[in-house]
C-alpha cells in the first residue's frame, strides 16, 4: 500500500506558483520522497526527489517539512502543460515505487 | 531518443489468446521494472529484474504472466490465455542500481485492450 495521501484534485491560475502537499507521517528515517508526473497517455515523468533537505531543480522544488512527516511540490510558474497527476511516493523498503492515487493538476488560462 | 522504449505501443487482442511486449532499457540500466495501470489508478509494480535475475514478484503477477530478462538487456512480459481484465497499460522502467537515491524512467507504456 501506498504511504502517502494527497488531495485528489487542485487547480492552479497559469502563471502561478502550484503548492502540492503530501502526508508521509509513517516515513522512516533511510526512506526518500520522490515525485513523479503523468500527463494523460504517457509513461510517469520523474520531477525531484529528497530525502530531508529541501532540493530544487529546473522543474520544481521539493520542500520537506523538518520531522519529514509532509512535504510539498512547488512548480513556481505554473502553464498549461504542467496539467497531469503528480505522485508522491516514498521508496518502499524493497527498492520499488508504490504508486498511489496521485493529485490532479489542472492548470487553467 | 535514449530513453526507455516499449513495443507495440498499443495491442488489441482477443480474449483467450498470448500477448508479449517488449521493453528496451536505457543503455547500462541495470535495473528494469515492469508496472500495470488500469483507468483512473495510479501504476501498480508487477515484477523488476538486476540484471538478467528477477529479484521480486507481486502477487498481481498471476501464473499467465510471465518476464523474462534473459541477458540482462531488454525485457519481454508475456500474458497467456488474455482475461478481459487484463485490459491496461503496461509500463517499463530502469535505473541505475537501486533506488536509494536515483530515479527510475519510465517508458510510454503498451495500451493493451482484451475484446
Known amino acids: 500500500d501506498a504511504k502517502t495521501t494527497q488531495p485528489t484534485s487542485m487547480d492552479c491560475a497559469e502563471g502561478r506558483a502550484a503548492n502540492l502537499p503530501c502526508n508521509h507521517s509513517t516515513i522512516s528515517g533511510n526512506e526518500y520522497v520522490y515525485w513523479y508526473r503523468q500527463i494523460h497517455s504517457q509513461g510517469p515523468q520523474y520531477i525531484i526527489h529528497g530525502l530531508k533537505n529541501n532540493e530544487t531543480n529546473e522543474m520544481a522544488s521539493l520542500i520537506i517539512t523538518e520531522d519529514r512527516k509532509s512535504s510539498t511540490l512547488i512548480l513556481p510558474h505554473a502553464t498549461l502543460r504542467d496539467t497531469a497527476v503528480y505522485y508522491c511516493i516514498v521508496r518502499d523498503n524493497t527498492d520499488k515505487l508504490i504508486f498511489g492515487t496521485g493529485t490532479r493538476l489542472q492548470v487553467f488560462p | 531518443d535514449t530513453g526507455v522504449s516499449q513495443n507495440p505501443r498499443h495491442k488489441i487482442t482477443k480474449r483467450g489468446q498470448n500477448v508479449t511486449f517488449r521493453c528496451d532499457p536505457i543503455?547500462?540500466?541495470?535495473?528494469l521494472y515492469w508496472y500495470r495501470q488500469t483507468l483512473g489508478q495510479g501504476p501498480e509494480f508487477l515484477t523488476y529484474?538486476?540484471?538478467?535475475?528477477?529479484?521480486?514478484k507481486s502477487r498481481l503477477l498471476s501464473d499467465r504472466f510471465s518476464a523474462e530478462r534473459p541477458k540482462g538487456s531488454f525485457s519481454t512480459l508475456e500474458i497467456q490465455r488474455t482475461e478481459q481484465g487484463d485490459s491496461a497499460m503496461y509500463l517499463c522502467?530502469?535505473?541505475?542500481?537501486?533506488?536509494?537515491?536515483?530515479?527510475?524512467?519510465f517508458g510510454q507504456g503498451t495500451r493493451l485492450t482484451v475484446v
Open positions: 543503455s547500462e540500466h541495470n535495473r
Open positions: 522502467a530502469s535505473s541505475v542500481g537501486q533506488l536509494m537515491n536515483t530515479e527510475a524512467f
Open positions: 529484474f538486476q540484471n538478467e535475475a528477477q529479484l521480486e
